[in-house]
């Protein structure tokens, strides 16, 4: 499967904890993106970082990216009840000329209130 | 801004019947992708549309599934016969492309098929 891989696969905090995922991919990239995912809901963009970037921050959000170790974490600092959700991470590339986004297999986040 | 449109919400079907849906991308972008979420899994690509072109359709199950994008716009697919392993989230996206940069990758709320 050319799927990356999230770790943890579920992870539960408390409200106010901060909250790490992992993600690994096997090929290199042009960009990394973040997906929030509600019970039963589309999937909702939630930041990219370019392949040229190692960091990047959006409100609460912040991710890391390593190009080295084809890995990326998104952590989500001051967690609340409303971030539970599946997060996936999702990386793009150009194998022949046309960009091609391929997900993960997601983190379940809880956050107990 | 409109978002992606997609129908219908929900379908349930026996297994063997023939189902489709439909997606109506966000005006203007040019590339539109079918995804099958599988409970508990991420999104996998089954058929990436550039305008009304196919650029990827690696892992569509081409004995039973099809999808046209007619006038590269609206587009529908369709599954015929249905399998009890194809009960899955089908997620419709879709983005603009600009100095061979992706824009504005963005989901529909998809259409829950259960196949009984």
């Known amino acids: 499967s050319q799927q990356g891989e999230e770790d943890p696969q579920a992870l539960s905090i408390q409200e106010g904890e901060n909250a790490t995922m992992n993600c690994s991919y096997k090929?290199?990239?042009?960009?990394l993106q973040w997906y929030r995912q509600n019970s039963g809901r589309g999937l909702v963009h939630q930041i990219l970082?370019?392949?040229?970037?190692r960091e990047k921050h959006s409100g609460r959000l912040r991710v890391t990216l390593d190009t080295s170790k084809k890995s990326s974490s998104l952590l989500i600092t001051a967690s609340r009840a409303a971030d539970t959700a599946s997060y996936f991470c999702?990386?793009?590339?150009?194998?022949?000329?046309?960009?091609?986004?391929?997900f993960g297999i997601g983190t379940k986040l809880q956050v107990i209130p | 801004e409109a978002g992606v449109a997609q129908s219908p919400r929900y379908k349930i079907i026996e297994k063997r019947q023939s189902v489709a849906f439909w997606c109506n991308p966000i005006?203007?972008?040019?590339?539109l992708y079918w995804y099958q979420q599988i409970l508990g899994q991420g999104p996998k690509l089954l058929i990436q549309?550039?305008?009304?072109?196919?650029?990827?359709d690696s892992q569509l199950p081409k004995d039973r599934f099809s999808a046209e994008r007619l006038k590269g716009v609206d587009s529908t697919l369709k599954i015929q016969p249905a399998k009890l392993e194809d009960s899955a989230v089908y997620l419709c996206?879709?983005?603009?492309?600009?100095?061979?940069?992706?824009?504005?990758?963005?989901f529909g709320s998809g259409t829950r098929l259960t196949v009984v």
């Open positions: 996206a879709s983005s603009s492309i600009r100095d061979g940069l992706t824009y504005g990758y963005t």
């Open positions: 005006s203007g972008h040019a590339t």
């Open positions: 970082i370019r392949s040229n970037e």
């Open positions: 549309f550039q305008n009304n072109g196919v650029v990827d």
């Open positions: 090929t290199s990239i042009n960009n």
């Open positions: 999702a990386h793009t590339r150009h194998p022949g000329g046309y960009q091609k986004v391929t």
